[in-house]
């Protein structure tokens, strides 16, 4: 199996920063694309960004020159900085990795924008 371990989340006022990280571990082999998606109360499970092995990035709208996608590949992790942050970004924030065809889900992170 591949485990997905996210940290980072937690309560931050609008405007703030945070940076989340997920670690993948098990049977992981290149290429593949990790990324993070976000579900909110009552919401639908959306994309946030995604970056592949091999560098290329996609980002939701919504996200676009506030938060950044990278990874270390030799660690099999991937990080969002978030900064400018907003309330509509309060959220439960989700790691996952795809390889070939099958895709992995971590637990989840809350993150919290809130005065």
């Known amino acids: 199996q591949v485990q997905l371990v996210e940290s980072g989340g937690g309560l931050v006022q609008p405007g703030g920063s945070l940076r989340l990280s997920c670690a993948a571990s098990?049977?992981?082999?290149?290429?593949?694309?990790m990324g993070w998606y976000r579900q909110a109360p009552g919401k639908e499970r959306d994309l946030v960004a995604t970056?592949?092995?091999?560098?290329?990035?996609n980002y939701a709208d919504s996200v676009k020159g506030r938060f950044t996608i990278s990874r270390e590949n030799a660690k099999n992790t991937v990080y969002l900085q978030m900064n400018s942050l907003k309330p509509e970004d309060t959220a439960v924030y989700y790691c996952?990795?795809?390889?070939?065809?099958?895709?992995?889900w971590g637990q989840g992170t809350q993150v919290t924008v809130s005065s």
């Open positions: 098990g049977s992981i082999f290149s290429p593949n694309v």
């Open positions: 970056t592949t092995s091999y560098g290329v990035t």
């Open positions: 996952t990795l795809l390889q070939g065809n099958t895709r992995f």
